[in-house]
């Protein structure tokens, strides 16, 4: 896409999945890029799926109170982790997840040369 491959890693975590799609398509031949890129859709596309299914749950369970403080600290922690992704990535480090990471590493790898 015409920047250094860490500065494309690093703003493919900077709002989330949604930069994480732009640079993945985005980017067709770097493996470092597509693998932040993806990281980035896998981690933080979870990270929104599960705070939307526990909103939904607390808010038909009239419970809404308990499941709260539950989304408060997973949204804390993936602040945390996006830290340390954007640090590791503008850095030009292949900084991998758990899980997360080795199915990011499956998908950035498809569809280049």
Do not use: C
Request: aromatic share 20%; glycine share 10%.
């Amino acid at each position: 896409m015409g920047m250094a491959q860490n500065t494309e890693a690093g703003l493919s975590y900077v709002f989330w999945w949604i930069t994480g799609l732009i640079f993945f398509f985005g980017e067709k031949q770097n493996r470092f890029v597509r693998f932040h890129a993806m990281q980035s859709i896998l981690f933080f596309g979870g990270v929104s799926i599960l705070d939307f299914i526990l909103n939904a749950i607390g808010s038909v369970l009239h419970i809404y109170f308990v499941f709260s403080g539950l989304t408060s600290l997973i949204w804390l922690a993936a602040v945390v982790i996006w830290i340390i992704l954007m640090i590791n990535s503008f850095q030009g480090k292949y900084f991998k997840l758990p899980v997360v990471g080795d199915y990011a590493e499956k998908y950035a790898n498809q569809g280049t040369m």
